[in-house]
Structure formats: C-alpha cells, structure tokens
C-alpha cells in the first residue's frame, strides 16, 4: 500500500469579524497583478478600480474597496470581486504607495469596512 498524499489546508486571513459581508462585481483597471486583500480605490474617468496610492489624482487616491479575489490584468480590464462592508485584518491588505494600515483604516471607516 502506498503512503498516502499529505496536504496542508491554509485557512483563510482576510476575514477578521461577524461584521456582514456585501461584495458587488465592478472592473479592475488594466495593468495590475493584486492579491486579494488589496485596497482599491475608483478611478473617477471611468469607473474602474485600481491600487490605491495616496499621490494619484484620477479619483483612486482615495479608498473605497478591497478586492475579494486576486486578480491579474496585465493583459486588460477584467471583472472583479469588491468588498463593500466588513471586517479585515490589516495585516492581510496590499496597499498601494503612500497608504499606511492608519490612513486606510480611516478612509474606510465610513464604507462599513473596518480594519483591525
């Protein structure tokens, strides 16, 4: 009889609370490789969403959502999975230049997405 396979389960990270879950498709912005677990900001122009870094001025300096599955989109625009309310560890968000855990805890205080 042979040695059975062994693997090894990684729970998932992201989540930290009770706190409901409201996720929405919406279109991520070409370009990007993101984990989940990054935080997004709306591109004002189009509507799209990219990694938000604090020195952009086309409306995604400013967080609104964190990306609920990785993505890759070098190749193009792609739909993708938003949260819009929750509760997520810090440790588990990719950020984007210029954002620090403190800044986007604030700036997502008010969506209902709460960082611990």
């Known amino acids: 009889m042979p040695n059975p396979e062994r693997n090894t389960y990684q729970p998932d990270q992201l989540l930290a609370g009770d706190f409901p879950i409201i996720k929405r498709p919406g279109v991520i912005a070409a370009g990007q490789v993101l984990a989940r677990g990054a935080v997004l900001g709306e591109v004002t122009a189009s509507g799209e969403y990219k990694l938000s870094a604090s020195a952009a001025s086309d409306g995604s300096q400013a967080p609104v959502v964190i990306l609920d599955a990785a993505v890759d989109t070098t190749g193009g625009a792609l739909p ?24 986007v805890t604030k700036a997502l205080r008010p969506f209902s ?3 611990r």
Do not use: D, K, N
């Not at 993708?80 to 800044?103: C, D, F, K, N, W």
């Open 80 to 103: 993708g999975v938003l949260m819009l309310t929750g509760e997520v560890r810090g440790t588990e968000l990719q950020l984007g230049a210029g954002h620090t855990i403190a800044s």
């Open 113 to 115: 997405l709460f960082v």
